[in-house]
């Protein structure tokens, strides 16, 4: 009976042993468990946050597109009759300058004659 008595103690201190060790390691691992499943909720939360705002966004964006459309088809045949009449006003510039430009030079011919005239 005394082998009996010896090896209960011994083995009670290994089951004691290693259910200290158990938690050793259990109690720090669930504390990180736990701080992750926090983290991703908050993510999770931030993100379903983030969709129900891009959402929100889009569908206003969505909203304002025929109303948009509308008023550019509006404004599109006055916008590409602009561009003609700056197109127009641009020859006529170059013209005006062609004309301007042999204007001086009959000026300044007229000028060089009455000069030589003069002498």
Do not use: C, H
Request: without cysteine.
């Amino acid at each position: 009976m005394n082998q009996r008595r010896s090896v209960f103690p011994a083995f009670f201190t290994v089951m004691m042993l290693l259910f200290v060790l158990f938690l050793v390691w259990y109690i720090p691992s669930l504390s990180a468990r736990a701080f992750l499943l926090r983290d991703t909720r908050l993510s999770l939360e931030t993100n379903q946050g983030r969709e129900r705002k891009q959402q929100y966004e889009y569908d206003k964006v969505a909203a304002e597109i025929p109303e948009l459309r509308a008023e550019l088809d509006q404004i599109l045949p006055e916008t590409e009759a602009a561009g003609q009449e700056l197109e127009t006003l641009r020859e006529q510039k170059k013209k005006l300058k062609k004309e301007k430009k042999a204007l001086e030079k009959q000026l300044s011919g007229s000028a060089d004659q009455e000069d030589a005239d003069d002498e």
